[in-house]
């Protein structure tokens, strides 16, 4: 098979010819996106007997997607991404080996890449594109180039008010890697252990705190304020990618360099890490040959020179950078393929892909202060170590088989007896009928909700490893409800996100109908002119996708360039790290969920007192109360019977309301005010995809939920 494959490599694309049926998948937007469509379209157009189905996903789910689709067979022939996980897709078996190492496809593509992309001797994609981190510069600002940090340092006193040096993600675990390999640090060593930790991990922090109280370079910068900050020349150079390029044409000149040397580190380069991305093919294609035949036409000079110009690429094929090409005359292109030669290429190790959020979490806490630069990084480890530990052990399934045999038997039991009962089948033919009109509607029940349901609780007995998975009974349980053998209200805990939870909703629910009641009680007021548009206007938060405000309000706590502390500014309050703290966290989620849910009670509320005849308020006033003897003896309880159900339904999407609590803070400070839904899809998502101990957390999450609203239903009946 290897070697039919080699031969496809070699460029044997006729072999597409036969094929039915192909499928793609990527997480490319913007102008890659486009680069890539053109790509195919090509494709396509040669190739006018096969079919092609082209899917992008989003990067946050890629990974996961492929893992739980391919073994399925539902997932595609050939799909684009990194190298850093082909050693995760190996260990999984989804990807198959195209051909030898020292082949001929070697020489057709740059060494960093195919070393990147292979694996004792075997290449296991078709490389596509080199990237890197380089140095952007505005000559504007900037009119020599700076060869070391210290220089870019020393810009802070000749550049103009309110213009940064310098500004990257230093938050990012990733750019933040440049920096610590210029320091003779690393992140992950060749064995998949820890590496930030130690002198030079704590120098190269101390070094971005020091930056950054030095206003060399801005407080929590995103990919999307450096872009901002640097097209509008408000910052001097910026680190980022070559995707940053393909934003910044066309709206303002640029310059790019490699990264620079450091004095402070012994005159080292800044070390960025190199991603190879590659076409891999899927071990369980539906035609492996013609798989590898479309895998390798992306690789071709003019696809290449196609997704270097358009997609600002920079492409792995060493044939497209030829004089009669013309890209090794662009002058970003040429640089970045250059730094991405001296790059380190970012380690395979399955382990990598836990790296980043811990040592993300280890340079926010040294940043805020809250801990020293050592115990932040010393944290960081002991997160890394807790999320790679050990899967439960194996456990025999006998047991609980026999038990749900005898369930099994023990239904079968009554259902006989129940049908032998005249009674009862009497009963049952009478309501035949009845049975037919709900039968669809408990088809649809059944399939969307009571059989997810079903197999997410049977999930929770199982851990996943290699692509399989494996019974472990209550373990997953018992590691949540012991807080795996940690402090039982540590960061982290299931008991303290689950008060953090209790806290979030309680708050929530309190000011959802405060508001919703006392907005609603002034609408309602007979002489009130221009209700319809304030109800318009009132609703308006509730009618705006929940993310879309999300992400707003996050722009606007932005500590040095968000809408509310300019407005503190206003007032002579200094600006607030709104998510440096739990305190201000909280309050910028609760402030957010507020926004989004008060429309719902008013409008409930609104319903509801259009129900009140008025003939009560007048027998009330006829009695001699007053207003707010009216309000509390007419108007609340005629309010409950449809304000229970309201707020029961808003306590039950707060408890899970996950788009805000993920989308403004981002369970900061350290993860304090993560909920528990938002908790369970990190264990499921970014940290070693531990679904079962996730659908274990959303379990308990459906069992308090279950627990709370019957016991209110009991209540109310």
Not at 83 to 93: C, F, I, M
Not at 183 to 202: I, N, Q, S, T
Request: proline share 6%.
């Amino acid at each position: 098979m290897r070697a039919a494959l080699f031969a496809l490599a070699l460029g044997l694309h006729g072999a597409v010819a036969g094929a039915q049926h192909l499928s793609l998948w990527h997480a490319y937007h913007g102008v890659e996106q486009q680069a890539l469509d053109e790509v195919l379209a090509t494709w396509r157009r040669a190739h006018p007997g096969a079919t092609l189905d082209v899917l992008a996903l989003p990067f946050e789910a890629y990974a996961s997607k492929l893992e739980s689709a391919i073994p399925r067979d539902h997932g595609p022939d050939v799909f684009i991404d990194a190298h850093e996980r082909l050693s995760s897709y190996r260990s999984l078996g989804l990807v198959a080996p195209l051909a030898p190492t020292n082949g001929v496809l070697a020489d057709r593509f740059d060494e960093t890449a195919v070393r990147a992309l292979s694996v004792d001797g075997e290449l296991y994609a078709m490389p596509l594109s080199v990237k890197c981190a380089a140095l952007f510069i505005n000559p504007a600002l900037v009119p020599l180039l700076p060869s070391t940090l210290e220089t870019i340092e020393g810009m802070r006193a000749t550049l103009p008010a309110g213009v940064f040096p310098l500004v990257y993600e230093s938050q990012s675990a990733y750019y933040h890697a440049a920096l610590l390999h210029a320091y003779g640090g690393e992140m992950l060593d060749a064995r998949g252990r820890y590496g930030f930790v130690g002198p030079a991990a704590e120098r190269s922090v101390a070094r971005v705190i020091a930056m950054t109280r030095g206003r060399v370079i801005p407080d929590e910068a995103s990919g999307a304020l450096v872009t901002q900050l640097f097209s509008t020349g408000r910052a001097a150079t910026a680190i980022s990618g070559p995707w940053l390029a393909a934003d910044l044409e066309g709206r303002i000149e640029f310059r790019v360099i490699p990264l620079p040397t450091v004095r402070d580190a012994g005159g080292h380069a800044m070390q960025p890490y190199a991603t190879v991305e590659g076409a891999f093919v899927s071990s369980r294609a539906h035609d492996l040959g013609a798989a590898a035949a479309l895998a390798e036409a992306l690789t071709d000079v003019p696809a290449a020179v196609v997704r270097a110009r358009v997609g600002r690429q920079v492409v792995a094929t060493r044939a497209a950078w030829g004089d009669e090409t013309g890209l090794s005359q662009d002058p970003v292109l040429a640089i970045f393929r250059a730094a991405a030669a001296s790059a380190r290429p970012m380690p395979v190790h399955p382990h990598m892909r836990a790296v980043f959020e811990p040592a993300r979490q280890a340079i926010l806490r040294a940043l805020r202060g809250d801990r020293s630069v050592r115990d932040a990084l010393v944290e960081g480890k002991r997160r890394f170590d807790d999320v790679t530990r050990p899967l439960p052990p194996r456990r025999d399934a006998t047991m609980v088989l026999l038990a749900l045999g005898l369930a099994a038997m023990g239904l079968a039991t009554t259902a006989v007896r129940r049908a032998k009962d005249p009674d009862f089948r009497l009963a049952l033919k009478r309501s035949l009928p009845a049975y037919a009109w709900v039968a669809h509607a408990a088809l649809t029940l059944a399939l969307l909700v009571v059989v997810p349901l079903v197999l997410g609780a049977a999930t929770s007995f199982y851990a996943q490893q290699d692509g399989r998975s494996y019974f472990v009974g209550l373990a997953n349980y018992w590691d949540i409800l012991t807080a795996r053998g940690g402090p039982i209200f540590g960061a982290g805990s299931f008991y303290r996100v689950l008060g953090v939870t209790v806290l979030w909703t309680a708050a929530n629910i309190t000011l959802h109908v405060g508001l919703g009641v006392g907005l609603a009680l002034l609408l309602s007021r007979p002489l009130l002119r221009m209700k319809a548009l304030y109800r318009v206007l009132l609703i308006v938060p509730w009618a705006v996708p929940s993310y879309v405000t999300a992400l707003a309000w996050r722009g606007m706590f932005h500590r040095q360039f968000g809408a509310v502390n300019a407005l503190l500014g206003v007032v002579g309050v200094e600006p607030v790290s709104w998510f440096a703290r739990f305190s201000t966290a909280f309050a910028a989620n609760v402030t957010t969920n507020v926004w989004l849910g008060f429309p719902f009670m008013m409008v409930v509320t609104l319903g509801a007192l259009a129900g009140i005849p008025k003939d009560l308020y007048e027998a009330a006033a006829v009695d001699g109360a007053d207003a707010w003897q009216r309000f509390w003896k007419v108007t609340v309880p005629m309010l409950r019977p449809a304000m229970g159900p309201a707020v029961a339904m808003g306590a039950v999407w707060t408890f899970n309301q996950f788009n805000v609590v993920f989308l403004v803070s981002g369970g900061e400070p350290d993860g304090d005010t993560d909920i528990l839904v938002s908790e369970a899809y990190r264990w499921a998502f970014t940290r070693q995809a531990q679904y079962g101990y996730a659908s274990a957390y959303a379990v308990l999450i459906f069992l308090m939920l279950l627990l709370v609203t019957r016991r209110r239903g009991a209540e109310a009946a």
